[in-house]
């Protein structure tokens, strides 16, 4: 026996902490559980009994009391990718009538070796060995996400398994499409960005020389646009300031991710990127639609609403919303209606703030958010074929005008040269 702190949340969704005595975690989080609390952090505080074991601490909902050595090159996680067509084909085998360690285990059979079939083994033996599926995937919390797992303790609780897998399946599924299309619309502008650079490369230490020791002969001045070519030029072909520019942004990006780990400075990096030129945009569609498809998923799989919101905030990706999701949980503790903090955010526009007001008066939420999520994914389409058919003329145009100034610095010397003999 060991004694295993805790930390959980309570059903008015305060946090509350304490200690239980359990020979595994397991049961620490079901004793926890049978309390009425929802635990979000449970580790072994010291041993009982002469037990010799040293505190390992995990969270509950994402526990992993093991450790595990992973050899170089191998992941340790699952990837999104796999674990959308796991859980579609659970679903499948599920809705097909096979038992849950069955369905699993023909699962992990399929897969190909590596952390997939791994981590499906050890799943699947720990429901053999009398765990629940939440409580055996919550031990492997970089493959499954607060959302997988809570989804399935409301799925296992309500007994409605097999639907809430369909819906975490269109979730993932959503989700993966809608990545998909943002790194597509990357492509082309990453591809014009490379030829650029290698152009530029190409005629700074190639061109450019060439037509210096040229220049050098004329006993003409050579026009100020010549002048500032051949300086930058010098500046890219010194290795002390390539080194001294390489070095700034490297602390540019150092004091980014610094000002990134302190709560105001996440705050106020999100809210920046929201209102970035032609950027923004895209960015606050997504994170609203990516609010509303997750909300919706969670209550309609029956996860408490505090318990929601909470997942939401972790899941979020974007602190603005995890800032209005706290307001929105200590609004409803308090009694009152989650589109009063929605609307003070700032971030959310009217027609979510007016859809949730009316799922929460008609008792259809879910439904609303669904219908929300929906209709920001084709914004968000939208948004995506926009910001590529802009950005593809904005960057020929931008490398025009750079090879355009550069063929115009080189020549202006040789036409001033022409005009004077003539």
Do not use: C
Not at 10 to 36: H, P, W, Y
Not at 309 to 325: C, F, H, P, R, W
């Amino acid at each position: 026996m060991a004694v295993y702190a805790y930390v959980a949340m309570n059903n008015q969704g305060k946090e509350i902490s304490g200690s239980v005595e359990a020979e595994t975690s397991t049961l620490a989080i079901s004793q926890i559980r049978d309390m009425g609390y929802f635990p979000t952090k449970v580790y072994e505080k010291s041993p009982v009994s002469g037990a010799s074991t040293s505190a390992k601490p995990a969270k509950a909902g994402g526990l992993n009391m093991n450790i595990q050595i992973k050899l170089p090159g191998i992941g340790d996680r699952i990837k999104p990718r796999q674990l959308s067509v796991f859980v579609r084909q659970l679903a499948t085998l599920l809705g097909a009538g096979l038992p849950l360690l069955r369905s699993i285990n023909v699962l992990s059979d399929q897969a190909k070796p590596g952390i997939m079939k791994e981590t499906l083994s050890e799943v699947a033996a720990d429901i053999e060995g009398g765990a629940t599926f939440s409580d055996a995937v919550a031990k492997h919390p970089k493959s499954f996400s607060k959302l997988f797992i809570n989804m399935i303790k409301a799925g296992e609780v309500g007994g409605i398994l097999e639907a809430v897998l369909e819906r975490l399946a269109e979730f993932s599924e959503k989700e993966e499409a809608l990545k998909r299309k943002i790194k597509s619309a990357m492509v082309y502008p990453i591809l014009v960005t490379v030829a650029a650079v290698g152009i530029l490369t190409f005629l700074i230490i190639v061109v450019i020389p060439t037509f210096k020791k040229m220049f050098e002969d004329f006993d003409t001045e050579l026009p100020g646009a010549t002048v500032m070519l051949l300086k930058i030029a010098d500046v890219f072909k010194d290795w002390k300031s390539i080194l001294i520019i390489l070095g700034s942004l490297v602390g540019l990006f150092i004091i980014y991710k610094f000002i990134r780990r302190t709560r105001k400075g996440s705050y106020y990096s999100d809210k920046i990127k929201l209102y970035i030129p032609v950027v923004g945009p895209l960015i606050r569609k997504t994170a609203v639609g990516r609010f509303s498809r997750t909300f919706a998923t969670l209550i309609g799989s029956g996860v408490p609403i505090l318990q929601a919101l909470t997942i939401v905030k972790d899941t979020s990706g974007n602190e603005v919303i995890a800032q209005a999701m706290v307001s929105v949980r200590d609004s409803i503790r308090e009694g009152e209606s989650i589109a009063g903090p929605l609307q003070a955010s700032g971030i959310f526009p009217p027609l979510v703030i007016n859809m949730v007001d009316v799922g929460e008066e008609t008792g259809a939420l879910d439904k609303m958010l669904l219908k929300v999520a929906e209709a920001y994914d084709q914004e968000v389409d939208a948004a995506v074929a926009a910001l590529t058919s802009i950005m593809e003329p904005i960057m020929i145009v931008g490398m025009g005008v750079v090879v355009g100034f550069i063929v115009i610095a080189l020549f202006l010397p040789l036409i001033k040269l022409a005009t004077a003999i003539v």
